[in-house]
């Protein structure tokens, strides 16, 4: 099953089992079934509650606000998630805002499932990353989806939290299959710790660098590990959380002695340098390991350009699993 099947059979689960979720977005509708095909089959089945909209990510994130503030559940789809920029008020001086500002906490149960990143050829203002501009907001979560976390699973997750949740979903990250099939070889093996999947050398021993990443880069994270390896026969660990924020790796007790026994930590993301969600995950570890981090926590992050529509071009602006294999090997002999 690929990821994009297994989050469409989220939604078709999550609106057979609960009467109150509302499905809102633009071109959502069968035969269409959404930009990505994710909605398919969801119109037919919930006509009623699978709503198409006009084109204007505020007012649609603003409505499905209102239905949440009104005791529903929503569960919006920005078309591409670029376009969050245009919902940014109402997801973050509404949404977020009403959990608390009214004197009680309110359940504010709200998902806005963003389509991100680039590999597609979709330019400047389709292919981008927005993790980075929604950190730090009191009363919303950023998610993201990952080829280890069951999507259903992780929508029930979100909306019992009854505050509004960003759900970042790689594009390239659609065609790729379940539960690290065609990623993790023979030569891993992966497992849930905390909620965070963790991909390992088959076998165990201690790593001799941790990796984390948000779960669009697995499919370059693992083939970086792979050529670690089989290169310069360095052995890595991988920590791929569904939750991206709030998320303290170095906080999480699963997660603590695998990091205290590595000689290098590296969070690699695909968004631009600069107050984002690696530089955050990267002062937590600084603070809480400082005693045992034997090197500086590196990072690896886009390059300060827009993204370009040729591919040939976007591939030396986003980061690649060779970008994540040198700056591996830099960290721990540079």
Known sequence: MRVAENLNRALHGLLRDDPSVYVLGEDILDPYGGAFKITKGLSERFPDRVLATPLSEGAIAGAAAGLALAGDKAVVEIMFGDFA??????????????????GRRVPMPLIVRCPSGGHRGYGPTHSQTLQKHFLGVPGLSLFEVTPFHDNRAVLDRMLALGEPCLLFEDKVLYTRPMYGEGDVDELFAWRLVDDVAVVELAGGGDPDYTLIVPGGLVHRAVPAMRALLLEHDLAGALLVPSRLHPFDPAGTPGLVPLLARTGLVCVAEDGTAGGTWGEHVAA?????LWGTLRRPVALVSSAASVIPTAVHLEREVLVQDT????????????
Do not use: P
């Not at 970008?323 to 540079?334: K, P």
């Open 85 to 102: 920029a245009l919902a940014f008020d109402q997801i973050v001086n509404f949404a977020a805002k009403s959990v608390t500002m009214y």
């Open 284 to 288: 937590g570890l600084h603070a809480r």
């Open 323 to 334: 970008t994540i294999r040198s700056a591996v090997l830099e960290g721990l002999h540079g």
